[in-house]
């Protein structure tokens, strides 16, 4: 598959909830050590499933050539 367009990044804000791993369905996201959520752009496939989940609404989906 092409890789997508769009990735999605964890903004500052982020209070570690683990909301967005549970939905992503890629298992694209990490919490790392509780203290905020870290996206692999190799696994994520833009959705967006994780940026409508986050509580905080710290993440936006950004263009892979602007990462
Ligand atoms: S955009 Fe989709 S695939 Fe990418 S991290 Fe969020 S839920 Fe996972
Ligand atoms: S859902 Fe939002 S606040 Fe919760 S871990 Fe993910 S990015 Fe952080």
């Given at each position: 598959m092409a890789a997508s367009k769009n990735a999605a990044v964890v903004g500052n804000g982020?209070?570690?909830?683990?909301a967005c791993a549970k939905v992503c369905p890629k298992k694209a996201v990490r919490v790392l050590r509780g203290v905020r959520a870290v996206v692999d752009p190799e696994r994520?496939?833009?959705?967006?499933k994780c940026a409508r989940t986050c509580p905080a609404g710290v993440i936006v989906m950004a263009r892979r050539d602007s990462l």
């Open positions: 982020c209070v570690a909830c683990g994520c496939v833009g959705c967006g």
